[in-house]
């Protein structure tokens, strides 16, 4: 069994609690019916948070935007997890859809499901997308129903890997390629263009693209961890761009907030570089890390030993409750450890979003 604990900003109801106050310390999440044994991703928008375990979608949050799906029953509570109605048309199966992916902008979310020979080629979208970023065209700004991208991925690939964030969504196909839509003013889909309503591939991208991660007006692109290949698309702002290092060799994860760039390398280290005024980039004598999760303006490492460490912007108490000013600069708190719970439990993984921040623990 696998219990989730969240912390943070926490005004829609975002972080599944069960209420609408923000906490600094971790609370367990709450689930309508059953909660999910193992969670693969999470995700979060500005006011709502999406959970992806075993190929089925949860939500929390503001429904208002329809990021969260349909709400059958006016009056459910936002301020707890629930399975996503998405109302998708599909054939007459014994199985239920798999969803293999998700992600989430301010005010949409983008899931992609599996076909019927098990790839990952049926991408959909759903919530309020006043700048493209629903990827159906530019008439269609608004919808609760999660509406297909047709004529997505081309014919013969697959999504590998989907990103988003506060305006723009990327997603890399399975032969290296990179697709983007949403807002592109700032250079953060390739060539700028104003908004791109439907997919487009991102051109001029010299190596085989595996993963991607998004910022607020920028997009980074990784290649496979033995070449170090990378590459930082849009704005320059906070010098995301102009200070990255000349390659990334033997990453292990990446993140990105709203202004700053994270790589953990496999040797535990993690780069980063960005904006740092709330002190949001890695603090001197950080120790080996084996996970880590980036929020808006903020970051959370877990450690070797089991320690969820917190740092960055911590305003609403996602970096826990001692900040100064409501930054914890230059260090980290420690928000959870292993340490203090029973034997037969350890910390699984830890999530970030936009001032939300969130561990799963097992037993």
């Not at 429904?63 to 059958?72: D, V």
Request: net charge negative.
């Amino acid at each position: 069994m696998t219990t989730i604990y969240a912390l943070g900003s926490n005004g829609s109801g975002q972080l599944g609690i069960g209420h609408k106050e923000d906490v600094s310390v971790p609370k367990p999440v709450l689930f309508n019916g059953s909660s999910p044994d193992r969670v693969t991703q999470l995700k979060a928008g500005g006011n709502h948070t999406l959970l992806l375990s075993s190929g089925i979608l949860y939500c929390a949050g503001d429904p208002a935007s329809g990021a969260c799906g349909s709400i059958s029953d006016s009056n459910s509570p936002g301020s707890r997890f629930r399975q996503a109605q998405l109302h998708i048309e599909e054939a007459p199966s014994s199985n239920p859809p798999v969803i293999r992916f998700c992600a989430a902008s301010w005010d949409s979310s983008v899931i992609v499901q599996q076909d019927e020979n098990g790839s990952a080629t049926k991408v959909y979208s759903f919530g309020t997308g006043n700048k493209g970023e629903l990827g159906t065209g530019e008439f269609l700004f608004r919808s609760s129903k999660a509406q297909l991208i047709k004529d997505f991925p081309p014919p013969g690939l697959e999504v590998v890997d989907l990103a988003a964030s506060v305006s723009h969504v990327v997603a890399v196909l399975s032969n290296g390629d990179v697709y983007g839509w949403g807002s592109a003013r700032k250079g953060q889909l390739g060539q700028p263009d104003g908004i791109i309503y439907s997919p487009r591939k991102i051109s001029g991208v010299d190596f085989k693209v595996i993963r991607a991660v998004c910022g607020r007006e920028f997009t980074y692109l990784l290649g496979e961890p033995e070449e170090g290949k990378h590459i930082v698309l849009g704005s320059d702002k906070w010098n995301v761009r102009s200070s990255a290092p000349p390659s990334a060799p033997k990453w292990k994860d990446v993140g990105a907030s709203w202004g700053s760039i994270f790589v953990l390398q496999d040797d535990g280290k993690l780069l980063s570089w960005g904006r740092d005024d709330h002190g949001q980039l890695s603090p001197p004598g950080m120790p080996a890390l084996s996970q880590i999760a980036i929020g808006s303006e903020h970051a959370l490492g877990l450690t070797s030993e089991g320690d969820v460490l917190a740092w960055g912007w911590g305003e609403h108490g996602n970096c826990g409750p001692n900040t100064t000013d409501g930054d914890v600069k230059g260090r980290w708190n420690v928000i959870a450890s292993s340490k203090y719970l029973p034997p037969e439990s350890k910390i699984l993984g830890i999530g970030a979003g936009c001032a939300t921040s969130w561990i799963c623990v097992s037993g």
